[in-house]
């Protein structure tokens, strides 16, 4: 079933402009729970109160305020945060463009996939430019209320855009300390090497399974009837300390697995 | 749409928490083994991303402190986390309970762990995959085996790939090499993500070459050599409005007797991450 489209905008490149529809590229699979009070298994629903009182707030009544310091909040009326927010627009900007793998892969948040709104030799024609050059746009919009920033790419022919995470939301591994400690001797490096090159492959993602979205379904089905099995707890493992031997260990039994197979 | 932050504690299942910060630590979001061959590395696991998104605290009429409560649908009584419980909903109204160890224990044995069992070059795998940042650090003495990985790792240009059960969900997961500090990404399952022929985009059409060429050029003219992230403007224009604000005393108010509420409190992701890395809690 073809997918509806969450909103409609105009990607905008210099003095080009591409009208393009936008649709969700993923879609969640978690199994879905409600949260139930424990004694009559009803729904719970949320409300503001008094904290000291535990009398309920209305919506209407409730005020915001910015903590300064513990205890001190300067208010912001409605209108004041109304203001904050960013102009309606259906404009995509694309103000610049970068190589595909400049872009750290932490900053990739959400990907939507572009579908054409009208002029489609545009559209497929933008894609394919993207792909052969390599490149990525860097794309400006505000969509619900909220500023975005993404990156506009081609996909097989088609336009992805990703929101990006703003430079706070990611945390750098330059910014972390090293990890201290015993450092492993130069043998178990080769050693650790030769295993980790043994182990090398495709990435091909139909080959993970949510093997454990089944058993959660399988097991509420059970208790439906009446019948939970019971589980068993979880254990902890050990760190490995006499790494050369295992990881020679750990090569062998991967030979053996291939001459087996 | 941008999802919560990471930090932020779950409608239920919020248990000692808030003691591990009284004490200046912070919990794990997760703690496991990662192993590959016969070599296990128990390591902790902790947020990369965080929000910059201010929060605001939700106040009275005449500025009194308001804490969200939970009550019951049906009975309208209040309810304390531990009168909360998870329901599976099979029939309109009707539920099966499932409690946070249940979802535990049903993780497959083997997804405890995050088993690498495939390495696959760094720029393999498509950015559509990806989910959200963890950082690793090493726990139960595993700091020399950590480093030893992430060594080899970084050698050999490769991430490792398994899927692990976190949080009552499995997913997919790639571990990174970042100089020395192992970094996870969680994924989505290749059905969580769609084709354009999922979604039912036009068939792909054939466009004339000077069409593309016009887009090459503007692509071109307008590229920069590197890419730097934007800083969130939305909450810089809060903080200004709050400084504009504050020195008038009419708009500020100032609670006796102040309880902090644990809810919406800032971490600092990176303190906790070097302190957990200097092997300390």
């Given at each position: 079933m073809a997918a509806r489209a969450i909103w409609k905008g105009e990607l905008k490149l210099g003095t080009n402009k591409v009208p393009v529809k936008l649709y969700s590229a993923v879609e969640d699979k978690n199994v879905r729970f409600h949260i139930l009070d424990d004694t009559k298994r009803n729904r719970v629903k949320q409300h503001m109160v008094d904290a000291e009182s535990g009398e309920e707030v209305e919506a209407s009544d409730i005020r915001k305020g910015y903590e300064i310091e513990p205890g001190k909040f300067v208010i912001l009326e409605e209108d004041e945060l109304e203001s904050l927010k960013p102009e309606p627009s259906r404009e995509i900007e694309v103000s610049e463009f970068v190589p595909s793998d400049e872009i750290p892969q932490q900053f990739y948040e959400r990907p939507y996939f572009l579908g054409p709104d009208g002029d489609e030799k545009s559209y497929f024609a933008l894609a394919e430019a993207l792909e052969k050059q390599q490149r990525e746009g860097i794309a400006h919009w505000v969509m619900r209320n909220k500023a975005y920033t993404g990156a506009l790419g081609g996909v097989d022919g088609y336009l992805v855009l990703s929101t990006l995470r703003n430079a706070g939301e990611v945390i750098a591994a330059d910014e972390l300390p090293d990890v201290t400690g015993r450092a492993p001797t130069k043998k178990e490096i080769e050693l650790a090497k030769h295993l980790v090159s043994m182990l090398e492959g495709e990435f091909d993602?139909?080959?993970?399974?949510?093997?454990y979205r089944e058993r959660v379904l399988e097991f509420i089905a059970k208790k439906a009837k009446g019948r939970a099995p019971r589980l068993a707890p979880v254990k902890t493992k050990r760190a490995t300390t006499s790494l050369d031997s295992v990881l020679a260990k750990s090569i062998a039994s991967l030979k053996k697995g291939k001459r087996a197979a | 749409m941008p999802r919560k932050s990471t930090t932020k504690r779950r409608a239920s299942g919020g248990t000692s928490e808030d003691d591990g910060q009284e004490r200046g630590g912070v919990r794990p979001f997760w703690s496991g083994t990662i192993t590959f061959g016969l070599v296990s590395v128990p390591v902790n696991l902790f947020p990369a991303n965080q929000t910059t998104r201010t929060s605001l605290r939700m106040l009275g009429p005449e500025g009194e402190p308001l804490s969200r409560k939970y009550y019951a649908e049906k009975t309208g009584r209040d309810l304390e986390n531990d009168d909360m419980i998870r329901g599976y909903e099979i029939d309109k109204g009707k539920f099966v309970t499932i409690t946070d160890e249940e979802l535990e224990r049903l993780a497959p044995e083997k997804t405890r762990d995050i088993d690498l069992k495939l390495f696959v070059k760094e720029d393999a795998i498509p950015p559509l995959y990806f989910e959200r940042g963890y950082f690793l650090t090493p726990a139960g003495n595993s700091e020399k085996a950590y480093r030893l990985l992430a060594e080899a790792m970084k050698e050999r240009g490769d991430v490792g790939l398994a899927t692990f059960v976190m949080r009552g969900k499995e997913r997919p997961v790639a571990i990174f090499s970042d100089d020395g500090i192992l970094r996870a990404e969680t994924m989505r399952f290749s059905d969580e993500v769609r084709s354009h022929k999922q979604i039912g985009l036009p068939e792909k059409k054939n466009v004339s070459a000077a069409t593309v060429r016009k887009f090459e050029t503007l692509i071109k003219k307008k590229t920069k050599r590197t890419f730097s992230p934007d800083k969130d403007e939305e909450t810089e224009r809060l903080l200004k409005l709050v400084r504009k604000k504050q020195n008038k005393a009419s708009n500020v108010v100032q609670i006796k007797d102040y309880q902090r509420q644990d809810?919406?409190?800032?971490?600092?992701l990176i303190q906790v991450l070097k302190r957990s890395l200097a092997g300390k809690r």
């Open positions: 993602p139909k080959e993970f399974k949510d093997e | 809810e919406g409190q800032p971490v600092d």
